[in-house]
């Protein structure tokens, strides 16, 4: 049974507004053909824009609008180098989702999520998600998005109580399936994730934000989320940021005497395997 979502931009994505719940039938309505061979396994990233709400209800729309921009520009940015991953944009919540669920896919699916909430942060906009990997609907041309992989994305992204990103559980059996078990990505960790309700799993592993650009030691995202962190009036909100300081200061990667990485604070091997043999520099400065 497909869980189907019809979203039309600027309106909040929000499962509760669904306009189609399928059972693989064709629409009815608006005009809409069902089309077997946009449905398949994918590797989909769900992203939230955390605190544009606030600034709505303060009036800031200007600042909301520079907010939206710049996560355009980046992931378009991402998306330009690497043509086999495809996104959407609905108000702040960003899809990201590839055109298969292979080695390759995930390689590129791990990349432009982690460098797209990297330069967000480094921006000061906060934001979480989830990667999640399943079957997924896309029709592009009309702004159809739906299927498990999205449904769990969602859940797995809007429970969370810090900011970052994490793989679901739909992932770690994708990656265990491939040979590429979640435990030795270079850039994850496994982690008691803070949730701000039960969920079905949650020791999983989440992205160590900022540790592959470390410069002589210094990690320019918990840097930036520190001083993000001095502007919050509420203690929820500074929870937030406070929990994921912890979780990278507790396991990102240490340099041995020989400029090689140490073992990992968090009793990892040596030496994870890296993401993929794909070249990611320069990033974008813009």
Same mark, same amino acid.
């Given at each position: 049974?497909?869980?189907?979502?019809?979203?039309?931009?600027?309106?909040?994505?929000?499962?509760?507004?669904?306009?189609?719940?399928?059972? &693989?039938?064709?629409?009815?309505?608006?005009?809409?053909?069902?089309?077997?061979?946009?449905?398949?396994?994918? /590797?989909?990233?769900?992203?939230?824009?955390?605190?544009?709400?606030?600034?709505?209800?303060? %009036?800031?729309?200007?600042?909301?609008?520079?907010?939206?921009?710049?996560?355009?520009?980046?992931?378009?940015? /991402?998306?330009?180098?690497?043509? !086999? @991953?495809?996104?959407?944009?609905?108000?702040? #919540?960003?899809? =990201?989702?590839?055109?298969?669920? #292979?080695?390759? $896919?995930?390689?590129?699916?791990?990349? @432009?999520?982690?460098?797209?909430?990297?330069?967000?942060?480094?921006?000061?906009?906060?934001?979480?998600?989830?990667?999640?990997?399943?079957?997924?609907?896309?029709?592009?041309?009309?702004? =159809?998005?739906? %299927? *498990?992989?999205?449904?769990?994305?969602?859940?797995?992204?809007?429970?969370?109580?810090?900011?970052?990103?994490?793989?679901?559980?739909?992932?770690?059996?994708?990656? $265990?399936?491939?040979?590429?078990?979640?435990?030795?990505?270079?850039?994850?960790?496994?982690?008691?994730?803070?949730?701000?309700?039960?969920?079905?799993?949650?020791?999983?592993?989440?992205?160590?934000? %900022?540790?592959?650009?470390?410069?002589?030691?210094?990690?320019? =995202?918990?840097? #930036?989320?520190?001083?993000?962190?001095?502007?919050?009036?509420?203690?929820?909100?500074?929870?937030?940021?406070?929990?994921?300081?912890?979780?990278?200061?507790?396991?990102?990667? !240490?340099?041995?005497?020989?400029? *090689?990485?140490?073992?990992?604070?968090? &009793?990892?091997?040596?030496?994870?395997?890296?993401?993929?043999?794909? #070249?990611?520099?320069?990033?974008?400065?813009?």
């Amino acid at each position: 049974m497909f869980v189907g979502y019809y979203l039309l931009r600027p309106n909040r994505f929000n499962p509760n507004s669904i306009v189609g719940l399928w059972k &693989g039938t064709k629409p009815k309505s608006n005009g809409l053909e069902y089309n077997p061979a946009s449905s398949r396994s994918r /590797w989909l990233g769900y992203f939230d824009l955390l605190g544009t709400r606030q600034l709505l209800l303060s %009036g800031n729309h200007f600042q909301v609008f520079s907010v939206y921009e710049r996560a355009a520009r980046e992931v378009n940015h /991402w998306n330009a180098r690497l043509p !086999q @991953i495809r996104h959407a944009w609905f108000s702040d #919540t960003f899809l =990201v989702y590839s055109e298969g669920d #292979t080695r390759s $896919d995930f390689v590129a699916m791990d990349m @432009i999520s982690r460098w797209f909430v990297h330069f967000l942060i480094l921006a000061e906009i906060p934001l979480r998600g989830a990667i999640a990997c399943g079957d997924f609907y896309a029709d592009t041309a009309n702004q =159809v998005y739906l %299927g *498990q992989a999205l449904v769990e994305a969602y859940e797995f992204g809007e429970a969370q109580d810090w900011i970052g990103f994490l793989l679901c559980p739909s992932a770690v059996l994708k990656l $265990d399936e491939l040979g590429l078990p979640a435990g030795e990505r270079l850039n994850y960790a496994y982690n008691e994730i803070p949730f701000k309700k039960a969920m079905s799993a949650k020791r999983l592993p989440a992205c160590i934000l %900022g540790d592959w650009t470390k410069i002589n030691g210094d990690n320019q =995202v918990v840097r #930036t989320l520190t001083q993000m962190k001095t502007k919050q009036l509420e203690a929820s909100i500074a929870r937030k940021y406070e929990n994921t300081i912890m979780f990278i200061e507790r396991n990102q990667r !240490q340099m041995s005497e020989s400029g *090689q990485p140490a073992a990992s604070p968090n &009793g990892g091997p040596a030496t994870r395997l890296g993401n993929s043999a794909l #070249t990611e520099g320069p990033p974008s400065v813009s």
